[in-house]
């Protein structure tokens, strides 16, 4: 059954606001606030519900294959069946278990641009495993300006690492052949 779209509207906007909050407390982190606003109105954001059917026998399955999000944040909702599994800095695959009342919020690559590699874009597939239909709901924030680090975040010690790029050239980049053949895509796209 579809839901209401209401729901779906209400669902939307509350995870947008959360969003926009917690990219607020990474630029307050980083020190670099005064761009919040700035940002927020050159951010749309996308609401996607999927649905990874069981498997038939009792192997495991890949429901989505390892990769980084090209987008600046995303807010996951996993609906009571685990399967979303992250990749420690060290290659390690664990399985995120939030509690049934949590979202998880995960960096893509865009922000790991626009903070100039201070964040880290986590590698997360999703593994289906069992006889149970797992559905997920999830939020993605899409800057549509140029993406470059402000002037606070290059420094003698922090060079800059990436150069001025447009979040559709990248998402056409990551979807070509040159794109496919390359683990860090962003690293190739647009690395110095
Ligand atoms: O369904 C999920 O939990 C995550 C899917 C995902 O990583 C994505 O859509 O980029
Ligand atoms: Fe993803």
């Known amino acids: 059954m579809l839901p209401h779209s209401e729901d779906v509207h209400g669902t939307a906007k509350r995870f947008a606001e959360l969003e926009e909050t917690v990219r607020q407390m990474i ?9 919040h606003e700035a940002q927020n109105e050159s951010t749309w954001h996308l609401l996607r519900m999927s649905e990874y059917k069981a498997p038939n026998a009792d192997e495991k399955w890949i429901g989505y294959v390892s990769h980084q999000d090209t987008n ?74 140029m993406i470059q680090a402000p002037d606070e975040l290059v420094d003698e010690d922090h060079p800059p690492r990436f150069k001025p790029y447009r979040h559709d050239d ?15 895509k962003l690293k190739a796209f647009c690395g110095v």
């Open 72 to 145: 600046s944040l995303s807010v996951v909702c996993q609906h009571e069946v685990d399967g979303l599994e992250m990749q420690t800095r060290d290659g390690e695959w664990i399985l995120v278990k939030p509690s049934p009342t949590s979202l998880i919020v995960m960096v893509g690559n865009a922000l790991r641009a626009w903070t100039n590699g201070r964040l880290h874009a986590p590698f997360h597939r999703v593994m289906v495993r069992g006889d149970v239909t797992r559905y997920s709901a999830i939020l993605f924030s899409v800057p549509e300006c």
């Open 170 to 184: 990248f998402v056409r980049f990551c979807v070509s052949e040159e794109g496919a053949r390359h683990e860090d």
């Open 27 to 35: 630029l307050e982190g980083l020190g670099v606030a005064k761009y």
